[in-house]
């Protein structure tokens, strides 16, 4: 069944995706809190999409800090 949180020990992993532009963005929020997906860099709001474990290949923190999930792409 698609879910749009994946648990990782204390936090879950979002994605959120413009259905305007195709962007997605992966982030960390702690287990069971509430979010309200954000704005696209495109102006648009994003939503959250659905999430599959197998779906994650890396972590990888850009220049700036944040962490992002890299997704497997077949």
């Known amino acids: ?13 979002l994605r959120e995706l413009c259905d305007h532009c195709r962007k997605e963005r992966f982030h960390f929020v702690p287990i069971g809190t509430a979010t309200v997906p954000g704005t696209c860099p495109c102006g648009n709001e994003r939503k959250l999409a ?5 779906a994650i ?9 944040e962490v992002v999930v890299v997704p497997v792409i077949r």
């Open 50 to 54: 659905d999430v599959s474990d197998t």
């Open 1 to 13: 069944m698609p879910r749009s949180r994946l648990s990782l020990f204390t936090y879950d992993v």
């Open 57 to 65: 290949l890396r972590l990888v923190t850009q220049p700036n800090g």
